[in-house]
C-alpha cells in the first residue's frame, strides 16, 4: 500500500506537484511536473496504487491535474438552471460535465482556475443562490456563500457571481 503526501511548489513557476510514499521498505518518490506530464502521470499513479484515496494531490497556479473519475459522482437526473450574474448568461446544466468549471468552460465562460481538484481555492466563486454539491470534503476551506466551481456540481439551480 502507498500513502502519498505532501506538495510544493516553485518560487519561478507555478507547477504542479505531488508526492508518493510507500510502505514497502520505506519507498518513497515525489513528482513535481507541469500539466502535461501530470496528465499521464497522475492516471497511472492511480493504477498503480491499491486504493486510489492514497493520493493526496495539490496544485498551484495554473497547474492542472485530471480529476479522477472514479471519485466523480453520477450525473443528477434533472436540469439545472445555471445564471452567471455578471456575464448575463443562462445555462442548463444536464450533467454532461463533471463539475461546474468544465460546464462553464464548455460553454466558453472561462472561470479562473488553478489545481482544479479543490485544493487551491483559485476557482473559488461567490455562490448567490443556490447549492452545490461535492463528491468528497474539498481539501480548500470554502468560506461560507462561496463554491469551488472545479469539483462542485448544482443540486439546485444556482446564481453565480461569474
Ligand atoms: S481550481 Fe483549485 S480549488 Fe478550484
Redesign the pocket.
Known sequence: MCKAVTTTTSASSMWTCCAVRCRWGGTSGICVAPPPMLASLVPALRAWVSDPRDIHLE?FGPASVPADPSTRSAPPPVAWEVRLARTGRTLVWDGRDANL?DFAERNGVPLE????????????TRLMSGGVRYPDPPQ?TIPAGCC????GTPASALLLDA
Not at 482556475?113 to 473559488?124: D, E, F, N, P
Not at 469551488?148 to 469539483?151: D, H, R, S
Open positions: 496544485a468549471l482556475s488553478g489545481c482544479r481538484v479543490g485544493s487551491c481555492g483559485a476557482c473559488q480548500h469551488l466551481p472545479c469539483i
